[in-house]
Structure formats: structure tokens, C-alpha cells
């Protein structure tokens, strides 16, 4: 454009040279911070296609197993009263509905969603220990179950008696048979022991592993003593919980605890045979017993493993869901403890 151009332009309100110029910038007053909350940006969530999402490393996120926390405990009133039912309607069909309800129990409530979680995922496997364990830790996890239960008898036979000195009616203790020992080992030893430790050891305890370090060993044996619902068997299982949780971080494999268990509950049926009560002192001195030979072996399977650790990582956020989950679970333990120990007091009949 000529000069002669530019000067024949209209001027009215602007010079020439504004028609090149960026258009002015108008400020507004600010706002409060509150005005301005709704608009805030979030960034996107992640989409993950559906064929990565078999492969992903670790376990699900915490809310899982809290939900599959409370499925067990609500899971362990639903079966014993159905099964307590059917017994009075079909006697002649179900003559043991006890037996019954624990396979149940124990291979679709307690063992099939921790399986499922393993075979879909190696990482969750992994997380979960379920490895071959050292060699020698198998057997000294047997002969410390044993031991263990030594020291249990003794234990629960102390709180026996303070229970009964506060005036609570127990019941009489286990008395097996010859004859019983056979299938008992089976569908009171064996399978607990198995279905148990994959759920507490193996599943809640790698769970709860990235959320309070080694505090998952005393979170995992309080759940595991609440879920028993039994305040005659309280402080037994809760010490022994302690024990397979520690067994089992240390030891790097689930099937060490799982042997453990197996040699508890197998001691604990073995011993109810030749257990007739008696005086406290002969009760203290095997509980003692027990306990000493109990962290010998203890000793031996860290001396043998020399610890392993887990390499999946975990998600450590916990949500509302998870949360609720959790304290449902922990409040139908309550509820059913103390249902028990209303029992034994006489308030329940």
C-alpha cells in the first residue's frame, strides 16, 4: 500500500497503523479462589486396553481384599446356619453338616478367589510367595506346627481357667477318638491349613504388605483370630498368627506356613486325645515347653531361607469402598465373638 493509499483511509476512532495491530487486551477484576474450583483441570484417566489388563504386574487394588475379607466373614455365618438347617430337615442325608459346611466354606469361600487372582496373574503368584520354599524349611515348619501346638494346649488351658474363674460355662474340651483321627486330619487339618494360609498369608497379608510393612504380620493375625469367632481359642490364634505371618515374610513361601498350620492343627487333635485338664503348673510348664521348642525350629527356618522378598509392587491407596468393606468385615467378627461370649456366660442361651 502507497502512501497516497494509506491517506485516503477513513481515520474515525483509529489511526492506519491499528488495522495491523493484535486487538487490545481487556482485564478482568479477579475473582475468589472458590469461583474458580469447579473449573480446575483433572488430568484424564488412564485407558488401558483390555488385552494389557490380563498382564498387569501386582495385585488388585486394596479394595479387593477387604470386599473378600468381609465375603469370609460374612461367608462363615451364611454356610454354618444353612448347613445347621439342612441338618434338621435331612438328618438321615446330612450326618455331619460341620463337615460339609467346611468344604464349603473353606475350597469356595475361602481358597477359589485366591487361586483365581494367582493363575490370572504370575506377578499376583509371585507377590502372593507362592514359591518352593528353601530346602529344610518344610520340614522345620512341620515340626515347629507341632510345637506350636504344645504351647497352645497350655495356653488355652490357662485362659480356660481364667474364663471359668470370671464364671463363664465352657464346654468340655475336645475329646477324639482313634477312630476319628483319620478323617479329621483331613477336613480339620489339612484343609483349613491349606485354605487358610493362601487367603491370610498368602492374599491378605501381600495386600496389606505395601499399606504397614511388617505391621501386616500383627493387622493379618488379628483378622485371622477375629474370623474364629471364639473366645475360648482367641489368644492361641492370635499368637499363632503372629507366628505363620512372621514364618511367612521370613521364609519366602506361603507352603511353609501352610505346614506349620497343618503340624498345629494336627498336633492340637492329636493332643485333645491324651488332654484331661489338671493342675495349672503342669499346664504352664508345657506352654513354656512348647514355646521354646517352637522358636528353635523358628530359628532354624530363618537360618535355612534367609528371607526373601516379594518384587510386585501393590497400589497403597485405599478408598471408601475398600475402607467400608473392611469395617464390615471386622464388625461381623465382633458381633459373632461376642455372640460367642455372651454364650459362654449364660446370657445367650
Not at 497350655?154 to 475336645?174: D, I, K, N, V
Not at 521370613?250 to 488332654?275: D, E, I, K, T
Not at 528371607?307 to 475402607?323: D, F, I, K, M, Y
Amino acid at each position: 500500500m502507497s502512501d497516497q493509499e494509506k491517506r485516503d483511509l477513513p481515520v474515525a476512532g483509529f489511526t492506519p497503523i491499528d488495522i495491523f495491530a493484535p486487538p487490545p487486551v481487556r482485564l478482568r477484576p479477579a475473582r475468589p479462589f472458590s469461583a474458580h474450583r469447579r473449573y480446575r483441570l483433572k488430568p484424564a484417566p488412564v485407558q488401558i486396553p483390555a488385552a494389557e489388563r490380563k498382564t498387569m504386574p501386582g495385585l488388585p487394588p486394596a479394595e479387593e481384599p477387604d470386599a473378600l475379607f468381609f465375603f469370609a466373614a460374612a461367608g462363615l455365618w451364611i454356610v454354618t446356619w444353612l448347613f445347621a438347617l439342612l441338618g434338621r430337615l435331612i438328618p438321615q442325608a446330612l450326618e455331619h453338616p460341620g463337615r460339609a459346611s467346611s468344604f464349603i466354606y473353606y475350597i469356595l469361600i475361602l481358597l477359589l478367589p485366591v487361586a483365581r487372582r494367582a493363575m490370572r496373574s504370575g506377578a499376583a503368584a509371585e507377590k502372593m510367595r507362592l514359591r518352593r520354599p528353601a530346602r529344610g524349611t518344610g520340614v522345620f515348619g512341620l515340626g515347629m506346627g507341632l510345637a506350636s501346638a504344645a504351647a497352645g494346649m497350655g495356653l488355652m488351658s490357662l485362659w480356660r481357667y481364667a474364663l471359668t474363674a470370671m464364671g463363664a460355662e465352657l464346654p468340655a474340651g475336645l475329646q477324639v477318638g482313634p477312630e476319628a483321627i483319620p478323617g479329621l486330619m483331613i477336613t480339620s487339618a489339612l484343609l483349613p491349613a491349606v485354605c487358610e494360609e493362601w487367603f491370610f498369608r498368602g492374599y491378605l497379608l501381600s495386600a496389606w504388605e505395601d499399606r504397614r510393612g511388617w505391621g501386616c504380620v500383627p493387622v493379618t493375625a488379628v483378622l485371622f483370630a477375629l474370623i474364629h469367632s471364639s473366645v475360648q481359642g482367641l489368644p492361641a490364634q492370635l499368637a499363632m498368627g503372629l507366628v505363620l505371618g512372621a514364618v511367612c515374610v521370613r521364609s519366602g513361601s506361603v507352603f511353609v506356613p501352610v505346614l506349620a498350620h497343618f503340624g498345629y492343627n494336627a498336633g492340637m487333635l492329636l493332643f485333645s486325645g491324651l488332654w484331661s485338664g489338671g493342675w495349672w503348673a503342669r499346664d504352664a510348664a508345657l506352654l513354656f515347653f512348647g514355646a521354646a521348642v517352637a522358636l528353635v525350629f523358628y530359628g532354624l527356618i530363618c537360618r535355612l531361607s534367609g528371607g526373601h522378598e516379594a518384587n510386585s509392587p501393590l497400589g497403597r491407596s485405599v478408598g471408601w469402598e475398600g475402607a467400608a468393606a473392611l469395617y464390615a468385615g471386622v464388625a461381623t467378627c465382633v458381633v459373632a465373638l461376642a455372640a460367642d461370649a455372651l454364650r459362654i456366660f449364660g446370657v445367650l442361651g
